[in-house]
């Protein structure tokens, strides 16, 4: 198991790399380029600029996450094709680099979605990433993306981009008559397109769920059950089409048995990266996130730990949406120390478990 730490690179991301270096166990970083718009190329330039930094740190960077797919291809479009190709030149650049896993989403127009991105959590004061579809109400996706932006603390969030989102009305429109099945085709066309590229360069891509776990504004959403899961890795078999396991995303559905999702595709080989992290059930359709310690949400993180060490134990890990804690102000999800508290949290169970397996 490789523990590792999201980072948003110097120039957009108030954490320093000197700061995750000394968090115990930390060995690299699930890396972003946030500047990137969708259907980009990542350069080889900027790639190896970024590269060498976190080298210079003591860190590695085996694992990229967000080279973001262009609505164009899950809408199946006529340009796809040319967004198909310029991802191929991406993972052939990033692999140059030495990433081995590309973690990824197929969510139509939303990565994830909060109504509140600072709920004040009773038990201990801090705040949290928060979601009630109560709440929703009346609001339109227009109306939650302004929401969203005008609380992030000024800093860019991963899926709430503005140029991802400045076609949102039309994009909208366009998803009305794309169905599940139609979207899962697309996402076909898509790994068709790119899978031989990964094959010839050694790269993993691991895609992240749905968060939350269940359809959203009427959109086609295929990837937040063990069942969805399946029929994504049917889609092109290979050993690069792979999941990356998000507890939290998948956990929000109490229905979602994490740990057995995890036993299920570790043994077949198919978890190409994972973010570990607890959620409170607060209701229907109504959950924050928690600490990472098990007795602080609903998710049991020595079973899913368990599972891990059991059946996929040289995987990639980050801690996920730590809370704001001890006065921090940063990107919502993303502060400095509840995630390093959580890396920890993780590495002891982990040795505990490798010490009672011995």
Aim: charged share 25%.
């Amino acid at each position: 198991m490789k523990m590792t730490f999201r980072w948003y690179g110097s120039d957009s991301d108030n954490i320093t790399l000197s700061q995750i270096k000394q968090i115990p166990g930390m060995t690299g970083l699930m890396g972003v380029l946030d500047y990137k718009a969708a259907g980009e190329v990542w350069t080889e330039e900027e790639i190896k600029a970024y590269m060498d930094e976190v080298h210079a740190a003591g860190l590695e960077c085996e694992v990229i996450e967000s080279v973001n797919v262009h609505e164009d291809i899950k809408m199946g479009l006529p340009t796809r094709d040319q967004y198909i190709a310029n991802y191929c030149t991406t993972i052939r650049n990033l692999a140059k680099y030495g990433v081995k896993v590309i973690v990824y989403n197929f969510m139509p127009v939303f990565d994830w979605l909060r109504t509140d991105l600072a709920r004040v959590i009773p038990e201990d004061g801090s705040n949290s990433l928060y979601f009630d579809e109560k709440e929703l109400g009346e609001m339109t996706p227009v109306d939650l993306v302004r929401n969203t932006i005008d609380n992030c603390n000024g800093f860019t969030l991963p899926g709430w981009e503005p140029e991802r989102l400045a076609e949102l009305e039309t994009t909208l429109e366009r998803y009305k008559t794309i169905t599940p099945d139609d979207l899962r085709a697309n996402y076909k066309y898509f790994l068709d397109g790119i899978i031989p590229t990964c094959e010839e360069c050694g790269v993993v891509m691991a895609c992240h769920p749905d968060d939350p776990a269940w359809p959203i504004f009427g959109l086609p959403r295929i990837a937040h059950s063990q069942e969805d899961y399946d029929k994504i890795i049917a889609l092109r078999d290979s050993p690069c089409n792979t999941v990356c396991l998000c507890t939290g995303s998948l956990g929000s559905n109490p229905d979602n048995d994490i740990p057995a999702i995890i036993r299920h595709f570790g043994e077949m080989n198919r978890i190409g990266a994972m973010h570990v992290r607890n959620v409170k059930y607060l209701g229907y359709h109504k959950f924050r996130e928690a600490a990472h310690l098990s007795s602080t949400g609903d998710l049991d993180m020595y079973a899913i730990m368990k599972a891990i060490h059991d059946t996929c134990p040289n995987t990639y890990i980050r801690p996920d949406h730590g809370r704001m804690i001890w006065n921090e102000s940063g990107r919502p999800g993303y502060g400095l120390y509840d995630r390093a508290l959580g890396a920890t949290y993780l590495n002891g169970l982990w040795e505990a478990i490798c010490k009672s397996s011995d």
